[in-house]
């Protein structure tokens, strides 16, 4: 249990509960199951059995059941990307972001992609939307429009210059229609490289995939842009090299292009005009380093770039994570005025798009796209990453039990499991004890990636 002197800045409930929960005869159990989930926020509350039996003689080779757990439940972690709801799940779906975007890039054959990708063209392409009207910005070394020169961390920044001028409906829509947007790109990708290739559309696919990974992220005046890593390949994907035409000029080029070709139309609703949405001019490619000697841009940053984003969405503007069902509850929340307005903006065009979902995607400032996601050739899966892990962590139970591997021939193990939602969270006490428990973790991970390379230049000694 922590010391006392981190108890003293509690609440009267919390410091009660926590007081309860260790004078409990469960809080062992507790505290292991809080651990087991990392420290998770929310934790998925289950109640069931798993009886494992010998198939063929029938006898129980292990017995669980949560009738024994503290609350006949047993907690697992709840699995949110969103580091604002659970800082523990997103710290795991970050990592396996990053695992999963640099296997793209340096290739890994336990995850499917062979190293010979890093000899492939790539580039590192962030597509912007357009301007909505100026904004308080920090532009180099030149004040801001409005005369000031603004710290890094000001709260105007990306704020309207004029908020009554600013195109508040163009904002949203062009949030709500950026997945589509996306989607054209990859289109007109395909195509503008056919072009430049002298070669019809069908014959660049017979020697050439273009893969990509793509993550999005809030601007801070609330518009969403993507950061994507696009890579060339040969005809059978990353497992082939792509022809002798498939170059890094011809891939920076025929993004450039495309990007300028992708208008999405909206056709006018009430008092709202038609509109066509477009990318934004400030479209930003370079290419991907390979071993990090000077450029600019490197796999391992770009990994580390991707998974960062991966857990963030719009609450890094200063609205809320989850869904608003009117405006009154803008106020009570405390949402800053720009932000504010977006969201009112959904709200009010809702009924005039019905199909478009603005009021269920209004704290998201309008946009319902996955914020990470990939070509199907591009690398491994978060799926896969995640059974990964979860065989992991079987095979360690059924080391810890005594039981037979279920691959092997010779086993003849037969589970049957019944599970049950019972809730989820935590009560006062238990979140407190689980943000401990998760912020143990989190020092002794970051101690052992500093001792990491003193490890290493220990072992290359030894050598």
Not at 287 to 294: D, L, S, T
Request: charged letters at 25%; proline letters at 6%.
């Amino acid at each position: 249990m922590t010391d006392t002197a981190t108890m003293a800045g509690l609440d009267p409930a919390t410091l009660t509960d926590v007081l309860r929960l260790a004078g409990s005869d469960g809080f062992d159990r507790v505290q292991d199951q809080i651990r087991r989930t990392g420290g998770c926020s929310d934790p998925i509350h289950l109640q069931g059995a798993a009886v494992t039996r010998d198939a063929v003689s029938g006898q129980v080779l292990h017995s669980y059941s949560t009738d024994h757990e503290p609350g006949g439940r047993l907690r697992i972690a709840c699995g949110n990307r969103r580091a604002s709801r659970c800082p523990s799940c997103a710290w795991t779906y970050a990592g396996d972001t990053y695992h999963l975007i640099r296997a793209g890039l340096v290739g890994d054959l336990a995850k499917g992609t062979p190293p010979t990708v890093r000899d492939h063209p790539r580039v590192f392409a962030t597509l912007t939307a357009p301007s909505f009207g100026p904004v308080h910005n920090r532009p180099g070394n030149r004040p801001c429009r409005c005369g000031q020169r603004h710290g890094e961390d000001a709260p105007e920044l990306g704020t309207p210059l004029n908020p009554a001028s600013y195109d508040y409906a163009g904002a949203v829509l062009w949030n709500n229609h950026a997945s589509e947007l996306w989607r054209y790109f990859t289109i007109y990708l395909r195509r503008e490289i056919a072009r430049r290739a002298g070669l019809t559309q069908k014959a660049a696919r017979e020697q050439s995939r273009v893969a990509f990974g793509k993550v999005a992220e809030y601007q801070k005046r609330g518009a969403v842009h993507f950061h994507a890593v696009i890579r060339f390949d040969g005809p059978d994907g990353p497992d082939s090299p792509p022809p002798a035409w498939a170059t890094l000029d011809l891939l920076t080029d025929a993004i450039g292009a495309a990007a300028a070709r992708v208008v999405v139309d909206v056709p006018p609703a009430g008092d709202q005009p038609a509109r066509a949405l477009r990318w934004g001019t400030q479209l930003d490619v370079q290419p991907i380093g390979a071993f990090g000697h000077g450029e600019e841009i490197t796999e391992a940053a770009v990994a580390s770039y991707v998974a960062k984003y991966a857990t963030k969405a719009a609450e890094t503007t200063g609205t809320v994570d989850r869904r608003i069902g009117n405006k009154e509850a803008l106020i009570l929340l405390g949402v800053p005025d720009h932000p504010r307005r977006l969201i009112e903006t959904c709200l009010d065009l809702h009924s005039l798009y019905p199909d478009r979902k603005l009021l269920d995607w209004a704290h998201m400032l309008g946009f319902r796209g996955h914020f990470s996601t990939k070509s199907r050739r591009y690398s491994t899966t978060l799926g896969a990453l995640r059974q990964v892990r979860a065989d992991y962590r079987a095979a360690q139970q059924r080391e810890a039990l005594g039981l037979p591997d279920p691959d092997d021939e010779e086993a003849t193990t037969l589970t049957l499991a019944h599970w049950t939602y019972a809730g989820h969270g935590h009560t006062p006490g238990e979140s407190w004890l689980a943000a401990n428990i998760r912020r143990d973790i989190q020092h002794n991970r970051e101690i052992a990636r500093e001792e990491l390379p003193a490890l290493l230049d220990l072992e290359g000694a030894a050598a």
